[in-house]
Structure formats: structure tokens, C-alpha cells
């Protein structure tokens, strides 16, 4: 049998606890402040305001590196092209030294790589689990019968679907925040070898982006009635579970399985 002791103790930073009253704290103040819709995202961005700063700045680094790599390449390329005539140290310090960088670039940009993507689930997982440990801790406050804002349905959805999303949102904003940067250092490099003609390539990234922007947005409102849908269902699946005994009383169990399908075929349809 596996005891919890026999995973050790918790670093401090890693504690839900501590996550938690940050979260419920900064949340009163945005709260306080007016923020509505916005104040729970905004409160958990600012418990990790430090991880994800850390987080975009080696970001940043590892995106130069991985830029740095071509570059190199083609300097080495053009080194071994006019190849040295003999093997003294003078001439061939520069091959050496290429390589030696090339070797560098690409070794520093995979172990970071690997390092950002790992701290980058940890937050993630962190503000995931604070944000399910609060939604259990208020709704352990309450009853049914005191709970007229939120259906049970809308419950067990903020705990399995949004509070993943807000995981993968943790999880991508580095690398969100450095593509203006990722920009930035790729239309300076089209520039530099290609001159003004890039601006071809400029347009039709722009298109990309706009058409990309309609179809997040389409996609966005299929997802809210996406969401409707599924809390409806799970409202009434919920009371199913919870009222067996009822079901079985009235006779409502083929009722109940037909008004469940009914849901679940408007969730998919």
C-alpha cells in the first residue's frame, strides 16, 4: 500500500495552499477594483507573474539561439567553400569556432527547450489544481439549496473542462508572448537577404492572420454553445447519479435516459 509520506514533502512553492490564498487574495482585489468577467484570469496571471516573466525571457533566449543556427550554418558553409590551404591553427580557428558554436546553439536551444516545456506544465498544473481546489473549498460551503447562481452541471464543468483550459493557458503564454519577437528577428532576417521583395511574403502572412482571427472567433462561439450544451447535460446526468433512489420510486428511469440522450445529441449535433 503507497502512503502519501512515501512521496516526501512538498517544496514550499509547490504548496496548493499557499497558491490558493494568493489566488483568493488577488481575486478580492481585482474584484475590488472593478475588473468582473476578467478578475479570476487576471488574479491568476498575477500569482505566476514571475514564472511567466522567467519563462519569456529564456524563451526569447532559445528563440535566438534556434535563429542564430541558420546563420551559422551558412557562414560554416561559406568557410568550407573557401576551404583553408593548410592545417596551421590560423586557418582553421574559424571552422573550429563556427562549429564549436553551431554545436552550442543547437545543444542550448534542446535543453531549454525540454526545460520550458517542463516548468511550463508545472505551472500549468499548479494553477489548475488552485483553481479546482477553490472551486471545491467554496462549493463545500454551500448546499443545493443555497446554490441558486450555478447548476450542478456548470460545477462539474468548471472542474473538468475549464479548469484544463486554463492549464493549456498557462502553459502556452510564453510561448504566445515571444512571437512578437519570433516577428521581429524573422522579418529583419527576410530583410537583410531579400530586401523590400519580402513584403509579398509580409502580405500574405497578414491574410494568414486575418483569416485565423475570423475563424478563432467562429470557433469561439461554437465553443460557448458547445459549453451550454454540455452543462445542460450534465445537469441532468448529475441528477440522475445523485437521486437514484427517486428514479427508481416514480419509474422516471426511461424518462431520465431519454432527456439525457435528447442533451447529449444537441451537445454533438
Not at 75 to 103: Q, R
Request: proline share 1%.
Amino acid at each position: 500500500m503507497l502512503f502519501a509520506e512515501q512521496f516526501g514533502t512538498n517544496k514550499k512553492e509547490d504548496d496548493v495552499e499557499l497558491d490558493l490564498l494568493r489566488l483568493e487574495a488577488n481575486w478580492k482585489y481585482y474584484l475590488a477594483r472593478g475588473s468582473g468577467d476578467n478578475a479570476l484570469t487576471r488574479a491568476i496571471f498575477s500569482v505566476f507573474r514571475k514564472q511567466f516573466c522567467l519563462l519569456l525571457v529564456v524563451s526569447i533566449f532559445t528563440a535566438t539561439c534556434q535563429f542564430a543556427s541558420p546563420f551559422i550554418v551558412l557562414y560554416l558553409i561559406d568557410y568550407i567553400k573557401n576551404g583553408p590551404t593548410g592545417h596551421t591553427w590560423d586557418e582553421m580557428k574559424d571552422g573550429i569556432y563556427l562549429s564549436i558554436a553551431l554545436v552550442l546553439s543547437q545543444g542550448l536551444s534542446s535543453c531549454i527547450n525540454e526545460q520550458v516545456s517542463y516548468y511550463q506544465v508545472k505551472v500549468g498544473a499548479r494553477a489548475q489544481n488552485m483553481l479546482v481546489a477553490m472551486i471545491y473549498r467554496k462549493h463545500s460551503k454551500i448546499s443545493d439549496a443555497t446554490n441558486k447562481e450555478f447548476e450542478q452541471g456548470e460545477i462539474v464543468n468548471f472542474v473538468q473542462v475549464d479548469s484544463d483550459r486554463i492549464f493549456w493557458l498557462c502553459y502556452s503564454v510564453s510561448s504566445i508572448s515571444r512571437v512578437p519577437f519570433v516577428f521581429l528577428l524573422a522579418f529583419g532576417a527576410f530583410f537583410y537577404y531579400y530586401k523590400w521583395t519580402f513584403l509579398s511574403g509580409f502580405v500574405v502572412i497578414i491574410l494568414a492572420v486575418i483569416t485565423q482571427t475570423i475563424t478563432g472567433v467562429y470557433l469561439s462561439k461554437i465553443q460557448k454553445r458547445l459549453m451550454e450544451a454540455k452543462d445542460a447535460r450534465m445537469k441532468v446526468t448529475t441528477e440522475a447519479l445523485n437521486y437514484p433512489k427517486m428514479l427508481k420510486l416514480y419509474s422516471w428511469e426511461k424518462n431520465f435516459v431519454k432527456r439525457i440522450q435528447r442533451k447529449r445529441q444537441l451537445e454533438i449535433k
